[in-house]
T-cell receptor
Framework: GNSVTQMEGPVTLSEEAFLTINCTYT??????LFWYVQYPGEGLQLLLKATKADDKGSNKGFEATYRKETTSFHLEKGSVQVSDSAVYFC???????????FGQGTELSVKP | DTAVSQTPKYLVTQMGNDKSIKCEQN?????MYWYKQDSKKFLKIMFS???????INETVPNRFSPKSPDKAHLNLHINSLELGDSAVYFC?????????FGPGTRLLVL
């Protein structure tokens, strides 16, 4: 079936460190891929997306590239800030109905 | 000007009670969702409505009944609450590829 797997957290980094959160997926066809972010006590917000192979989504210094050959959509940021501390969810959408399948979330904690 | 709002924000209740959570979106979207997030942050879709019609109904106990009086509202009624229902429930609406989430309702069943 369709599924999303993320690296386990929590991930703890110092400010200005490089961030990678791994995400791989299993899906039939060609899903769209997303990263959502959940700040403490809030709902999820779309961070970035990619709708086809080799697309790169980017926002707020975060990037992820849709890699069909490795079925991956890893999230990266060159220099994290304390304000990036949140839970990050990788997700896929595999049909027109808009149903999102989420990974288990990766908690990121950035220390000053 | 809140996009997706939910009430109440917190809900503490006894096992066996019946409760409702309300959701409203002022974005003009046709499609709305309910998600459940457990204590480990795992997020799973429960229901989806498109223009007041149910289009997704995941494997959810029939104690949970969504109701959509109009396309801007999607409420969730839960009968005979159980301890395992304790979670954060998120409402969302969708425009094209993007889903917009409400702030969540934190339900605690004692």
């Amino acid at each position: 079936g369709n599924s999303v797997t993320q690296m386990e957290g929590p991930v703890t980094l110092s400010e200005e460190a490089f961030l990678t959160i791994n995400c791989t997926y299993t899906a039939t066809g060609y899903p769209s891929l997303f990263w959502y972010v959940q700040y403490p006590g809030e709902g999820l917000q779309l961070l970035l997306k990619a709708t086809k192979a080799d697309d790169k989504g980017s926002n707020k210094g975060f990037e992820a590239t849709y890699r069909k050959e490795t079925t991956s959509f890893h999230l990266e940021k060159g220099s994290v800030q304390v304000s990036d501390s949140a839970v990050y969810f990788c997700a896929l959408k595999y049909n027109q109905g808009g149903k999102l399948i989420f990974g288990q979330g990766t908690e990121l904690s950035v220390k000053p | 000007d809140t996009a997706v709002s939910q009430t109440p924000k917190y809900l503490v209740t006894q096992m066996g009670n019946d409760k409702s959570i309300k959701c409203e979106q002022n974005l003009g979207h046709d499609t709305m969702y309910w998600y459940k997030q457990d204590s480990k942050k795992f997020l799973k879709i429960m229901f989806s409505y498109n223009n007041k019609e149910l289009i997704i109904n995941e494997t959810v106990p029939n104690r949970f009944s969504p109701k959509s009086p109009d396309k801007a509202h999607l409420n969730l009624h839960i009968n005979s609450l159980e301890l395992g229902d304790s979670a954060v429930y998120f409402c969302a609406s969708r425009q094209q590829e993007t889903q917009y989430f409400g702030p969540g309702t934190r339900l605690l069943v004692l």
